[in-house]
């Protein structure tokens, strides 16, 4: 075939050694396991704890891992997608000094934020330049310190999040593997209802605005999952439409792990059997933009070359979307 079609063809992975679990959180706020599993379906999650480190450690470690698997000489890499909500700091591209890190200085990198969605909109942008013809290995890396803008003393938000980090790399197919389709959505509707009210250029960092907490996540729970549970389940549900699948040609979900009863009602709506969801969340929480890269690798061993893959995520903004991939290697 002539046609240029996108395929990840390695994943890596890292979190951070220090596990933080529903019994220790039971200490820090008035919740309880039974109360936290039974609602979002997560037992732990992982916190890197060095106050020096950022988001920027634990995607370089990503990244390493990757290259070490794939032993891939990281001057080959033409660009770096660094998906993020929680950038090292402002103004300077946490990208860029990953990419000089891991010793990939013939690519140029940048940042991309859209929340939960940053790794999904990533997956569209890496395969768009892939197909281009113009690059030929795009690193694409979703990681996020969640805990660097977690309140813990608010029992809404800290149950949920997680620190984490995962990368895949994106090279050209010829054999029709890869992305095959996306449906990538918007709606500002969602502003207000999951953000960080301060730091921005509306409200700049102040005295005040440190004084009143006003750097924490915030997540209206109620309306957020609302519309998670409805375009979540819309958009996979539309991809397989748009495509002619049915629930026997899908070979995996690999769903953004946010709660597990939006992933439940996406496979519901898709009617898809228990066994072909893929989850982590109970061992790392919400790790925002590592969730689906961090699937990919706990489940590579199961991945095999021609699987249907949809791939599906909802985050703030509100930004959420759905995209069909065939799997393009067996894991060796």
């Known amino acids: 075939m002539n046609t240029i079609t996108a395929a990840i063809t390695a994943v890596g992975a890292y979190v951070p050694d220090f596990v933080l679990s529903n019994k220790v959180l039971e200490t820090m706020v008035d919740t309880n396991d039974e109360w936290i599993t039974s609602r979002t379906g997560i037992k732990e999650r992982r916190i890197l704890k060095d106050a020096d480190k950022g988001t920027s450690f634990l995607a370089i470690k990503a990244a390493q891992d990757l290259l070490a698997k794939a032993n891939l000489d990281p001057l080959e890499i033409d660009m770096v997608i660094m998906a993020t909500a929680t950038p090292d700091m402002p103004v300077a591209s946490t990208g860029v ?13 940048y940042d991309l934020q859209a929340a939960c969605s940053s790794f999904l909109y990533g997956m569209s942008t890496a395969a768009a330049y892939i197909q281009s013809g113009r690059y030929k290995k ?24 997680g620190d984490g980090a995962g990368a895949v790399l ?3 197919n010829h054999d029709g593997l890869g992305l095959q389709d996306e449906y990538l959505r918007s709606d500002g509707v969602g502003r207000d209802f999951l953000k960080i009210d301060a ?27 609302k519309y998670a549970v409805t375009n979540m389940a819309d958009a996979s549900e539309l991809i397989l439409q748009r495509n002619n699948l ?11 792990q946010a709660n597990k009863r939006i992933i439940d009602a996406t496979a519901n709506r898709m009617n898809l059997e228990e066994s072909k969801v893929l989850m982590n969340i109970e061992k790392y929480g919400n790790t925002t933009s590592a969730t689906l890269p961090l699937v990919l690798h706990d489940f590579e061993h199961l991945l095999k070359k021609g699987d249907n893959i949809i791939f599906a995520a909802f985050g703030g903004g509100f930004t959420w979307g759905s995209i069909y991939l065939k799997w393009a290697y067996d894991k060796k």
């Open 97 to 109: 000094f990953v990419a000089t890190q891991i010793g990939a200085t013939n690519a140029f990198a």
């Open 138 to 161: 795009v690193l694409l890396i979703g990681a996020d310190k969640m805990s660097s803008i977690v309140d813990y003393t608010d029992r809404a938000t800290c149950i949920i999040f």
């Open 170 to 172: 994106f090279e050209p």
């Open 199 to 225: 730091g921005g250029s509306i409200t700049p960092t102040s005295l005040e605005t440190v004084r009143d907490n006003k750097h924490s996540i915030f997540q209206d729970g109620k309306t957020v999952f």
């Open 246 to 256: 049915t629930n026997q040609d899908v070979s995996w979900l690999v769903p953004h």
